[in-house]
């Protein structure tokens, strides 16, 4: 079972970032699908952001565009998502997701959790003064 694993949240002020680590194993997932969802107290889980296949197409949620920024650094195994400018709002569970590799890969809806095969434990973000 491939495990990844979410680090970097915290306690921020708003106005505040801070930058999520999704580390993955090895080179299986280097050309992957990934993305990011979060899940607020008593909220359903919620697209923020993805790319698909060999990290094309990127996809942000309206919420967060032009404030998150994802990306990946395949020779640390890690996908990113460098929040800035952060507001109450965007207190959450934040999860990591990637798609299983596939021999003939067709582009995913990023947007939607029933493509993703893989999800991390989470790491929590609140935003507070």
């Known amino acids: 079972q491939v495990q990844l694993v979410e680090s970097g949240g915290g306690l921020v002020p708003p106005g505040g970032s801070l930058k999520l680590s999704c580390a993955y194993p090895?080179?299986?997932?280097?050309?992957?699908?990934m993305g990011w969802f979060r899940q607020a107290p008593g909220k359903e889980r919620e697209f923020v952001a993805g790319f698909n296949w060999y990290g094309k197409n990127i996809v942000y949620a309206d919420s967060v565009r032009g404030r998150f920024t994802i990306s990946r650094d395949n020779t640390k195994n890690t996908v990113y998502l460098q929040m800035d400018s952060l507001k109450p709002d965007d207190t959450a569970v934040y999860y990591c997701?990637?798609?299983?590799?596939?021999?003939?890969?067709?582009?995913?809806?990023?947007?939607?959790?029933?493509?993703?095969?893989?999800w991390g434990q989470g790491t929590q973000v609140t935003v507070s003064s």
């Open positions: 090895g080179r299986s997932l280097s050309n992957s699908a």
């Open positions: 997701a990637a798609v299983k590799p596939r021999d003939s890969p067709r582009p995913i809806l990023v947007q939607y959790d029933y493509e993703y095969d893989y």
